[in-house]
């Protein structure tokens, strides 16, 4: 089995920052892309970064310049680096990861149970 954690969510204020980090736990035998959606109240779940193996990201067009994606392939975590937050970026932010596990050896989206992020204006 393999298990997303995700940690980092709260209350911010408008022009505020958080930093949200996921890890990738269980029978892994490797990971690929990872990445964060969001969804907000009343609306679907939309891409906000994804991240390759090779660090290669990719940002909905809302977030470039303010958001910034990462990872620690040694420790198989992806960060979300959120910046001058505003209103609209509330949501619960869901991690996923494209895993390789080493129960079944086949390639699955894994995803987290979502945090909360909330900037009040």
């Known amino acids: 089995q393999v298990h997303l954690a995700e940690s980092g969510g709260g209350l911010v204020q408008a022009g505020g920052s958080l930093r949200l980090s996921c890890a990738a736990s269980?029978?892994?035998?490797?990971?690929?892309?990872m990445g964060w959606y969001r969804q907000a109240p009343g609306k679907q779940r939309e891409l906000a970064a994804t991240?390759?193996?090779?660090?290669?990201?990719n940002y909905a067009d809302s977030l470039k310049g303010r958001f910034t994606i990462s990872r620690d392939n040694a420790r198989n975590t992806v960060f979300l680096q959120m910046n001058s937050l505003k209103p609209e970026d509330t949501a619960v932010y869901y991690c996923?990861?494209?895993?390789?596990?080493?129960?079944?050896?086949?390639?699955?989206?894994?995803w987290g149970q979502g945090t909360q992020v909330t900037v009040s204006s």
């Open positions: 996923y990861a494209d895993v390789i596990s080493r129960t079944n050896w086949v390639s699955s989206d894994y």
């Open positions: 269980g029978s892994i035998f490797r990971v690929d892309d």
């Open positions: 991240i390759t193996s090779g660090d290669t990201a």
